[in-house]
């Protein structure tokens, strides 16, 4: 089944760190970025290397481990690395595919140039903060 830039429209902008963008904004960002195709076993991503990336599970199932230590199985819908694209540390685990799987990827470099484009950055950045206030009442807020 082919995945339409449509649909990676609609997963992106159900990613936090993007649900404030326009579609011209979500436009960009697929444009900078592509689609990635893995088999079972292969690994998308290393906690040991230092890449620095988003990836948008559009079809299929990863195992995600962190310090070797297994994490919720991810699929459609789900991600790994929006925090990465802004700090330029690398994702904190190792995912591994767990058959056919397709992602949406966009590497820092790549997502670094569309910042230059401040209302772009400055929805996310409004997003980001409200992460930030919704924690810091959850840590308020406990005894």
């Not at 579609?23 to 970025?33: E, H, S, T, V, Y």
């Not at 195992?63 to 690398?90: A, K, N, T, W, Y």
Request: aromatic share 4%; charged share 20%.
């Amino acid at each position: 089944m082919a995945v339409t830039r449509k649909d990676i429209e609609e997963k992106l902008a159900g990613v936090d760190l993007f649900a404030a963008l326009t579609k011209q904004q979500l436009r960009r960002i697929i444009a900078a970025g592509s689609v990635l195709e893995y088999a079972a076993g292969d690994e998308i991503i290393n906690e040991a290397d230092h890449v620095v990336a988003f990836h948008l599970v559009l079809a299929g199932h990863a195992e995600v481990s962190v310090r070797g230590v297994p994490q919720p199985v991810i699929g459609p819908g789900d991600h790994f690395g929006s925090i990465s694209l802004i700090d330029l540390h690398p994702f904190s685990g190792t995912v591994v595919a767990m058959g056919p799987l397709r992602v949406f990827g966009i590497s820092s470099t790549a997502f670094q140039g569309l910042l230059h484009d401040a209302a772009l950055a400055r929805r996310m950045l409004l997003v980001v903060c409200q992460r930030v206030r919704t924690l810091e009442n959850a840590s308020a807020s406990t005894p």
